[in-house]
């Protein structure tokens, strides 16, 4: 039977969504090119094409959602808005 390989994940962080849109942190995320993001509190919207999303207007990720990324341009372009109170994400990156 095959193995299956997939990412190996080697950094990780916390963020704070807020009224504010947000991406993911580059100096952390580096050269590696998959995510996997949990929203932890309060869920948060975003567009992964660079767009400013709003509080209204944007893909929704509710609380224990997952959204996977799998490109470098996806990590660079994200962005993420709280629904209503600050939300949080964690996000774990990875190559592979």
Same mark, same amino acid.
């Given at each position: 039977?095959p193995?299956l390989v997939?990412p190996?994940?080697t950094?990780?962080?916390?963020?704070? #969504?807020?009224s504010?849109?947000v991406?993911?942190?580059?100096a952390?995320?580096?050269?590696r090119?998959h995510?996997?993001?949990t929203?932890?509190?309060?869920p948060?919207r975003?567009?992964l094409?660079g767009s400013?999303?709003t509080?209204?207007v944007?893909?929704?990720?509710?609380? /224990?959602?997952?959204?996977?990324?799998?490109?470098?341009?996806q990590?660079?372009s994200?962005?993420?808005?709280? #629904? /209503?109170?600050?939300?949080v994400?964690?996000?774990?990156?990875?190559e592979?």
């Amino acid at each position: 039977m095959p193995q299956l390989v997939g990412p190996q994940y080697t950094a990780s962080e916390s963020i704070t #969504v807020s009224s504010t849109a947000v991406g993911l942190t580059a100096a952390t995320f580096g050269t590696r090119s998959h995510a996997h993001i949990t929203c932890e509190d309060n869920p948060v919207r975003y567009w992964l094409d660079g767009s400013s999303p709003t509080a209204t207007v944007g893909h929704r990720l509710e609380v /224990g959602g997952v959204l996977d990324l799998d490109s470098t341009d996806q990590l660079v372009s994200v962005l993420f808005i709280a #629904v /209503g109170a600050d939300g949080v994400l964690r996000a774990s990156f990875g190559e592979g």
